[in-house]
C-alpha cells in the first residue's frame, strides 16, 4: 500500500528480515547447545546456509583454548530478499569461560540495520553488567544472573560429546549463548538413530536428533552430528521457508550468495476482499495453519481470541471496546527502560519529542495537553520523519533511525516506542499482520507488519492503545491490525521477539467473517 505521495508505507517486507532473525536464532544455540565440540576439542568450522533452496549465507564457528581461558564464537551473515531489494544482516557472538566453565564474559555484534550494535555481557557474581553501544551511544544495564545451574558453550559442548558417548537416546541442555545472552535457554535432542551424510566432500557417518529450543515453541530442527556432537547437516522448516545448513569448507562458505526472495512468499491472501480497511473499527477473522498447530494469539486492549481447535483461533478486534492493561503491565517498568533497540535516553531521540509536541513540530494541542494528545503527535511525527521507506532495511535501532529517517514498519515502531518512553510512556511494539488492498504486485493481502502501543488513560483506566506510525493523518490505526506477538524489544529480547511469528510464516490462512 501507497500514500498519497507514492511512498511505501506498509512494511510488509519486514518479514524477510524476520526470517533472518529467526535463523540467528536458531542455528547460534545449536552451535553451543548442540555440542560443537567437547571443551578440550578446540576446531574451527564453516557452514554454507540455504533457504528455499538457495544460497543465503554462511556461519562459521571456532573454539579455542588459551591458558585457563576458553574461547569460543560463532558469526553469521545473511542475505534475503524483498522485492527489488535485498537485506544484509550479520551477526557475531563471542564468549570467554574458565577452563572450569565458569562465564567470564560474552560479546554480541548485530548488524541488522544500517550501524552495528555491540553488546558486552561482563558476569559479575550473581548480576550480568550489559553494555551496548551504536555510533558511540552507550547503554548500560544490569540484570540478574539467570537462576539454577546452566552451562557456557564449550560446557555444553563437552556435556553433548559425553553424552552421546555413554548412549543416551535424550539430551536435554540448559545453556547460554552470547546470540540469545542474557537468556538461558533449554534445548532437547531427541535420538532417532545413525546413517550417514554426505558433506565436505566425503561421507561421515552420524547421529540423527530431532532438536527444539523452550525459545522457539512449534519450531523442530532435524539435525546430523558426529560422535562427538558437532553438527553435519541442520534442517528446519521455518513455516514453509525451508532451511539447511550443511558442514563445509572456506572456499565452499564463501562462494557466491543467492538471496532467495522471500517478501512475496510471506504474504496472506484472505478468503475475500476488505472494503475501506483503513476506516474500520470492528472485524472477525478466522486464523488457521491447516494440518499444523497454531500457536497462541494474544488478547490486547481491542483485540479477544478464541481458540477453536489446534489449529483455528477465531480474533475480534472491536476498536470501541477497549480493555484494560493487566495491572502486572501497567506498572511493568521494563516498557519504560532504555534498550540497545529502544534507546529512550539518546539526546537525538529526546530532541525529536520536544519537535514533535510542539506547534512548530505539527503538535498542535499536544504542548500543554494530555498524554494521549502527545502520543498522537508523535505518531503523526514519526510518520513525516521517516522519509526514506526503505525495505532495504533489516531491523534498525531507534537511535539509528533517528539518524538515517529510513526504514520500513518495524523502524517506525521503535522509533515511536522510544519517543513514547523518553516521554515517560510506558511503551512497546506489536507484531502481526495488517490488511493492504495493494502491496508488492498483490491485490487485498494481509502482510506482516509492526506498530507501537502506549500505556495511556482511557475512561480512567491505563490501557493499551495502538500507535500505527506507517499511517497518515486521520487515520492513526484500523480493525484489521491483528496482533501475533508483543515485547519491550529489551536487550536479548529481539530475536525472541522475531521467533513468535515463525510458525506462521507462509501457512497461514485467514477467513474474513464479519468487518464495520
Known amino acids: 500500500m501507497r500514500d498519497q505521495r507514492g511512498r511505501s508505507v506498509i512494511g510488509s517486507g519486514w518479514a524477510a528480515a524476520l526470517v533472518a532473525a529467526l535463523l540467528v536464532a536458531l542455528l547460534a544455540p545449536r552451535a553451543r547447545a548442540g555440542g560443537v565440540g567437547g571443551r578440550g576439542d ?44 535485498g537485506v544484509q544482516i550479520a551477526m557475531r557472538g563471542e564468549s570467554v569461560e574458565t577452563g572450569a566453565g565458569k562465564p567470564v564474559s560474552m560479546k ?11 553488546t558486552d555481557y561482563f558476569f559479575e557474581g550473581d548480576k550480568i553488567r550489559i553494555v551496548s553501544e551504536q555510533n558511540g551511544k552507550k547503554t548500560e544495564t544490569t540484570a540478574a544472573a539467570p537462576e539454577g545451574a546452566w552451562l557456557t558453550p564449550a560446557q555444553a559442548g563437552d556435556f553433548v560429546m559425553k553424552r552421546l558417548q555413554a ?60 560422535e562427538k556432537g558437532i553438527p553435519i547437516r541442520t534442517e528446519a522448516d521455518l513455516g514453509g521457508i525451508k532451511m539447511v545448513v550443511l558442514l563445509a569448507d572456506h572456499d565452499l562458505a564463501m562462494l557466491k550468495i543467492d538471496p532467495p526472495e522471500l517478501l ?22 478466522l486464523l488457521a495453519t491447516p494440518g499444523d498447530k497454531l500457536l ?115 523502524e517506525h515502531g521503535v522509533l515511536l516506542c522510544a519517543m513514547l518512553r523518553a516521554d515517560g510512556i510506558p511503551a512497546r511494539v506489536a507484531s502481526g499482520l495488517i490488511y493492504a488492498d495493494s502491496f508488492a504486485g498483490r491485490e487485498a493481502i494481509f502482510g506482516y507488519h509492526m506498530w507501537a502501543q502506549a500505556i495511556l488513560e482511557v475512561d480512567g483506566k491505563k490501557t493499551w492503545v495502538d500507535l500505527d506510525g506507517t499511517l497518515p493523518e486521520g487515520t492513526p490505526f484500523d480493525a484489521t491490525h491483528i496482533v501475533l506477538a508483543t515485547s519491550a524489544l529489551g536487550d536479548g529480547q529481539t530475536q525472541n521477539t522475531l521467533v513468535a511469528l515463525a510458525p506462521s510464516l507462509g501457512k497461514l490462512k485467514i477467513t474474513v467473517e464479519a468487518t464495520k
Open 42 to 85: 578446540d576446531h574451527d568450522l564453516w557452514y554454507v546456509l540455504e533457504l528455499s533452496g538457495k544460497r543465503a549465507g554462511w556461519m562459521h564457528t571456532t573454539q579455542k583454548t588459551e591458558g585457563d581461558r576458553v574461547l569460543t564464537m560463532t558469526e553469521m551473515h545473511i542475505e534475503v530478499g524483498r522485492g527489488p531489494q
Open 108 to 118: 554480541k555484534v548485530e548488524q541488522m540495520g544500517t550501524l552495528p550494535v555491540t
Open 296 to 410: 497462541d494469539v494474544p488478547g490486547t486492549s481491542v483485540q479477544r481470541a478464541e481458540r477453536l481447535s489446534e489449529s483455528q483461533v477465531r480474533v475480534r478486534v472491536d476498536l470501541a471496546s477497549p480493555a484494560p492493561a493487566p495491572e502486572s503491565e501497567a506498572g511493568d517498568k521494563e516498557y519504560l527502560a532504555s534498550s540497545s533497540m529502544v534507546n529512550a535516553a539518546d539526546p537525538r531521540i529526546q530532541e525529536l519529542v520536544k519537535t514533535a509536541t510542539s506547534a512548530g513540530g505539527g503538535g498542535a494541542g499536544a504542548e500543554g495537553g494530555g498524554k494521549a494528545a502527545r502520543a498522537e503527535a508523535m505518531r503523526r511525527y514519526v510518520y513525516n520523519y521517516i522519509s526514506k521507506k526503505d525495505l532495504a532495511v533489516g531491523f534498525a535501532t531507534a537511535s539509528e533511525v533517528a539518524q538515517t529517517k529510513a526504514g520500513d514498519c518495524s
Open 167 to 226: 548412549g543416551a537416546k535424550e539430551i536435554v541442555v540448559r545453556s547460554m549463548d552470547p546470540l540469545e545472552a542474557p537468556r538461558v535457554s533449554v534445548a532437547t535432542h531427541k535420538i532417532e538413530g545413525q546413517e550417514d551424510v554426505e558433506a565436505v566432500g566425503r561421507t561421515i557417518p552420524a547421529v540423527k536428533w530431532r532438536s527444539t529450543l523452550d525459545t522457539q515453541p512449534g519450531v523442530e530442527v532435524v539435525e546430523d552430528v558426529d
Open 264 to 285: 512475496v512468499s510471506t504474504l496472506v491472501k484472505p478468503d475475500r476482499p476488505i472494503a475501506g480497511a483503513r476506516r474500520l473499527k470492528a472485524a472477525t477473522f
